[in-house]
């Protein structure tokens, strides 16, 4: 599976900003989904994830209530929508897809991932 990540760009504070990752060679269906990103001098930090049937998702207390995942199966795309951006959201953010057999598991770091997209940046100015 190849993963494009888009949708990046500079907004301000308070604003929002709607991330795609596009996926090509195999269908988004059979794995879970996640959204990463990592800040400058700062580790990958995980945002988010979806469910292999998309029926259930995941967000860290940084993100909760202010990013959605969601996903269009038949499009094979996954999306972040990510509203009252704030400063502290400034980094490259990056789509990724797990194998897995279950319905359930959403991984929540980096390892429970097989491919990646390449990253796109989101900078939120103050």
């Known amino acids: 599976v190849q993963l494009q990540a888009s949708g990046g760009g500079l907004v301000q504070a308070g604003g929002s900003l709607r991330l795609s990752c596009a996926a090509s060679g195999g269908t988004i269906s059979n794995n879970v989904m996640g959204w990463f990103r990592q800040a400058p001098g700062k580790e990958r930090e995980f945002v988010g994830g979806t469910s292999r049937s998309g029926g259930i998702t995941y967000y860290p207390d940084s993100v909760k209530g202010r990013f959605t995942i969601s996903r269009e199966n038949a499009k094979n795309t996954m999306y972040l929508q990510m509203n009252s951006l704030s400063a502290e959201d400034t980094a490259v953010y990056f789509c990724?897809?797990?194998?897995?057999?279950?319905?359930?598991?959403?991984?929540?770091?980096?390892?429970?991932?097989?491919?990646w997209g390449q990253g796109t940046l989101v900078t939120v100015s103050s």
């Open positions: 990724a897809a797990g194998t897995t057999d279950s319905n359930y598991y959403i991984p929540r770091n980096r390892h429970g991932y097989d491919y």
